[in-house]
């Protein structure tokens, strides 16, 4: 008798706990549903295993972290969409929290700005480079300047050459668009055995997609407008400056994001 008892009383208790596991259900599932994120994620992290409790969890962090990201919270939306669960949609929103965590830090400390300065007496040649973040127009700029000038003399031969760069990387949070354009400006100087010098100057510019430039890759297979004969080396050194200035200057601004998480694929 007692132990028919035990198991009525052991079936009563199972019965009760499956009750309150489904009314604290339904509950989650109208907290999730009038957009009462927290309240709902609590619920639904303490049933667990229970109906599809865990997949519902995701799903409202995923939409708290939108809502989150829409208000411009980047930072704690990047925080949820890191365990929101991996899905396209999410690797999309990663990047786009790290680029408006970014451009917060800009708007709030002002621009960052590095200058790179050096010369080599042996070879004539002084390379100055100029590179700056900036919030212009509602969109964060990455701006980068580089001259370059080289004069070699051998008697009465001489070569003269000025070169220099100018690339910006516009990024628009409304449109999640990036644009990477360049400009060059080539001037060159010949004088050979005191004869005619011929003096040529040449101005080009170039689109560059981003996510194909700093993929494997020929340079020149990236180049898509070029207006004159310049050296595509030079702009391509100038396009890794820029890399090389956002990988120094982004572990400085404490904001957890490195040049991977603006979606420069290949670092």
Not at 241 to 257: A, H, R, S, W
Request: proline share 1%.
């Amino acid at each position: 008798m007692k132990k028919i008892v035990a198991v009525i009383l052991s079936l009563a208790i199972i019965g009760t706990l499956a009750g309150c596991d489904s009314s604290d259900y339904k509950k989650a599932v109208s907290l999730y549903e009038s957009g009462n994120y927290l309240e709902a994620m609590e619920r639904f992290e303490v049933l667990g295993d229970y109906e599809n409790s865990r997949d519902l969890l995701n799903q409202c962090r995923y939409d708290y972290a939108k809502m989150l990201f829409e208000n411009g919270d980047y930072v704690n939306a990047r925080e949820q969409f890191l365990i929101a669960g991996q899905s396209e949609e999410v690797s999309e929103y990663l990047r786009l929290t790290a680029w408006g965590m970014l451009q917060t830090y800009v708007e709030e400390n002002g621009p960052i700005i590095d200058k790179v300065e050096t010369f080599d007496p042996a070879g004539s040649e002084e390379i100055v480079a100029t590179y700056n973040i900036s919030n212009r127009r509602g969109a964060l700029t990455i701006q980068a300047q580089m001259t370059s000038n080289k004069k070699q003399t051998d008697g009465f031969f001489y070569i003269r050459v000025g070169r220099s760069a100018d690339t910006e990387i516009v990024f628009n949070m409304e449109t999640d668009s990036v644009n990477v354009n360049s400009d060059y400006n080539y001037e060159m100087e010949n004088n050979v055995n005191s004869g005619p010098s011929s003096k040529k100057h040449y101005v080009g510019s170039a689109i560059w997609n981003i996510h194909d430039f700093y993929a494997d890759g020929d340079v020149n297979d990236f180049v898509e407008v070029v207006e004159g004969e310049f050296n595509l080396g030079f702009l391509y050194n100038q396009q890794i400056g820029v890399v090389e200035f956002l990988m120094v200057q982004l572990p400085k601004t404490d904001l957890g994001i490195n040049i991977r998480d603006l979606g420069f694929v290949s670092y």
